[in-house]
C-alpha cells in the first residue's frame, strides 16, 4: 500500500484552506475543480472567483437545477501564482478529498473541471478529446468538462456556430441527464427499425422509394484491414434522414435473408443521397460487399473546408457528435465488437449513422458558395478518384521483394564488417553516440551523426560507409520487408490508403503504406 502523503509535506502547507462549500451527506452532484484563486483563499470559499462565478452561471443557463450542490478542489489552497497545482500538491490533498467523497453518501454524479481535478480522481485523460464524457472510477461516475477559466481566457470564441460557453453548458445538461434517467447517451430506440424478415426489407424499400434527403449509411466491421482474409462486415445501418434508420445484423440473420437485405440496401446506395463520415474506408466496405463505388458526401470533407484546411482527418465521429448534437456519449468499444452484445453494436452502428447526417446538415450550411463549389468540384471527385486506386492497389512483384531484401541483408553484413575493421573492435552501427565518438576520434570537428552533417563530411570513407548503411537498413526496414511481410494482400497486391483530410497543406497524404514516398 502507498504512504499517504500529508500536508505537512506539502509546499503549501501553512496556507489558507479552503474546504467545499455545501451539504456533502445530501449531495447529487460534487462539483470539483482544481484549486482555489485569490478570491477563494481570502473570503475561503470554492469557486466564487470570476471563473466560479461562470461556473454558477453556467449551472442557471444549462437549466440543471441542481438543488443539492457540493463545490470542493482537488487541492485545497492556492498555489502561488495560481499555477496549476503539481502532482506533489494533488498527493498531499488526497486524503482530504477521499473524506470528502466517502460522506457523500447520497451522490449521483461527479463533475470533474480540468485536466487537473480529472487526474485528481484517477482518470488519465485530455480534455481537448474527453470532455463531456463519462468515467466510472473508484468514487463513482464521473463527468469530465473543461475548467471554467479556460472560458474566462478564451472569450467568445466559437466554432462552427457555437461558442466555448455553449459546449459547457451543453455538458451540464447532459450531467442533468445522467442524473435524472441514468443515462449520458440519448436513447433512440423509437427511431431504429431492425430488418428481421422480407416484409421488413419490403418496408424499408418503401420508405427510401422517391426520398431525396440524405441517407446516413455506416457499417460495423471485425477489423479495419478490409483486405484481410478474416475481414467481415458485421453490420451496417442506413438512416432516413434523422428521422428513422433500418439496421441490418448480418451475423445473425440466414444466408438468403441476408442476400435480400443487401440486395436492398444496394439500390438504396445507388438511388440515395448517400453521406458517409470518412468515406475512403466506408465505400471501400461497399465496394467489398460487391457494391462498387460512387461519389457519396462527407462530413470530414466539408468540416476540412470549414477548418481552412487545418487536419481533420482524426476527427472522430463520436467527439463531434458530443460537440454539435445531442446524442450524448454513446460509444462502445467497438474495437471489441465480436464479444459485443446485438443491442449494443446496433445503438453504436445507428447512431453513427443518424448522426453523420446531422452533422453533414449542420457544416454544410455554413458553407459559403465558394466553398460548396470546391467540395463538389475538386474534393468529392479526388475522393471517389483516391478510392478507386486503394481498391485496385499497386501490384508487387513478391519474388523480386525477396530477393532485393536477401541482397540488402548482404550489403547491410558486409557493412558491419568493414566497419568493424576501420574502427578495429565491433562498433553499433545503429548508435549515434559510438559512431560520434569515432568520428571525433578520428579528429572530425563533427557535432552529431545527422544525415544533413554527414554529408557535409562525405570525403571521409567511413562517414560514407555510415550514410550507406543507414540508407540499406532504411530500404529493408521501411520498404522492402514491410510490403513482403505487412501491406501485400491477396493476389500481391498493396492497398494503401489515401487521404484529402490529413495534411494542412491541400495535398494527399498516404498510409499503410505510403505509396507516393517510395523511393
Request: charged share 25%.
Amino acid at each position: 500500500k502507498k504512504k499517504e502523503l500529508s500536508c505537512e509535506e506539502c509546499e503549501l502547507n501553512g496556507k489558507q484552506k479552503v474546504n467545499g462549500e455545501g451539504n456533502i451527506t445530501t449531495a447529487q452532484v460534487i462539483i470539483i475543480g482544481e484549486a482555489p484563486g485569490r478570491n477563494e483563499e481570502k473570503l475561503g470559499q470554492p469557486f466564487v472567483g470570476q471563473s466560479g462565478i461562470l461556473l454558477r452561471a453556467m449551472l442557471f443557463e444549462s437549466g440543471a437545477g441542481f438543488t443539492d450542490v457540493y463545490l470542493t478542489n482537488v487541492v485545497k489552497c492556492r498555489p502561488d501564482g495560481n499555477v496549476t497545482p503539481s502532482k506533489q500538491m494533488i498527493k498531499c490533498c488526497k486524503r482530504l478529498l477521499d473524506e470528502e467523497l466517502i460522506q457523500a453518501k447520497n451522490k449521483k454524479l461527479i463533475i470533474a473541471y480540468g485536466d487537473t481535478a480529472a487526474n485528481g480522481l484517477g482518470i488519465n485523460c485530455g480534455i481537448t478529446e474527453d470532455r463531456g464524457k463519462f468515467f466510472d472510477t473508484s468514487y463513482g461516475k464521473v463527468m469530465v468538462t473543461s475548467h471554467q477559466s479556460y472560458m474566462v481566457r478564451a472569450g467568445e470564441v466559437e466554432y462552427h456556430g457555437k461558442s466555448l460557453l455553449e459546449f459547457m453548458v451543453d455538458d451540464i445538461k447532459r450531467a442533468k441527464i445522467f442524473i435524472e434517467t441514468g443515462r449520458w447517451f440519448k436513447d433512440i430506440r423509437d427511431k431504429i427499425k431492425v430488418i428481421r424478415t422480407v416484409d421488413d426489407i419490403q418496408t424499408m424499400q418503401v420508405a427510401f422509394q422517391n426520398f431525396i434527403g440524405k441517407v446516413g449509411l455506416d457499417f460495423e466491421t471485425n477489423m479495419f484491414d478490409m483486405y484481410h482474409k478474416d475481414f467481415k462486415v458485421v453490420s451496417l445501418a442506413l438512416s432516413k434522414g434523422v428521422e428513422q434508420v433500418w439496421w441490418i445484423n448480418l451475423r445473425s440473420l440466414d444466408k438468403e435473408l441476408i442476400e435480400k437485405a443487401l440486395r436492398a440496401a444496394k439500390d438504396i446506395y445507388w438511388q440515395g443521397n448517400v453521406v458517409m463520415h470518412g468515406s475512403d474506408f466506408d465505400l471501400q466496405v461497399a465496394n467489398s460487399l460487391s457494391w462498387g463505388l460512387k461519389e457519396v458526401d462527407d462530413t470530414l470533407h466539408v468540416l476540412y473546408l470549414l477548418e481552412g484546411g487545418k487536419r481533420v482527418g482524426g476527427k472522430k465521429l463520436k467527439r463531434l457528435a458530443l460537440d454539435y448534437t445531442d446524442y450524448g456519449d454513446y460509444g462502445v468499444d467497438i474495437e471489441n465488437i465480436n464479444s459485443l452484445p446485438d443491442e449494443e453494436v446496433m445503438l453504436y452502428n445507428c447512431a453513427d449513422a443518424l448522426v453523420t447526417v446531422e452533422l453533414f446538415d449542420r457544416f454544410y450550411a455554413r458553407m459559403t458558395d465558394s466553398l460548396k463549389y470546391a467540395y463538389k468540384t475538386v474534393l468529392a471527385p479526388a475522393r471517389i478518384l483516391l478510392t478507386t486506386a486503394s481498391v485496385n492497389g499497386m501490384k508487387i512483384d513478391i519474388a523480386y521483394a525477396i530477393e532485393l531484401s536477401k541482397e540488402l541483408q548482404v550489403r547491410i553484413e558486409d557493412y558491419e564488417n568493414r566497419a568493424n575493421t576501420e574502427v578495429g573492435y565491433e562498433i553499433n552501427m545503429n548508435s549515434p553516440k559510438q559512431v560520434l565518438n569515432f568520428l571525433k576520434s578520428k579528429g572530425l570537428n563533427i557535432s552529431s551523426t545527422g544525415e544533413e552533417v554527414l554529408e557535409l563530411y562525405k570525403s571521409d570513407a567511413f562517414v560514407r560507409l555510415v550514410l550507406d548503411y543507414r540508407r540499406a537498413k532504411k530500404l529493408l526496414g521501411t520498404y522492402v520487408n514491410p510490403y513482403i511481410i505487412d501491406h501485400t494482400k491477396e493476389g500481391n497486391f498493396v492497398h494503401g490508403k489515401f487521404s484529402l483530410v490529413t495534411a494542412a497543406t491541400g495535398r494527399v497524404a498516404g498510409t499503410d503504406p505510403n505509396l507516393m514516398n517510395v523511393p
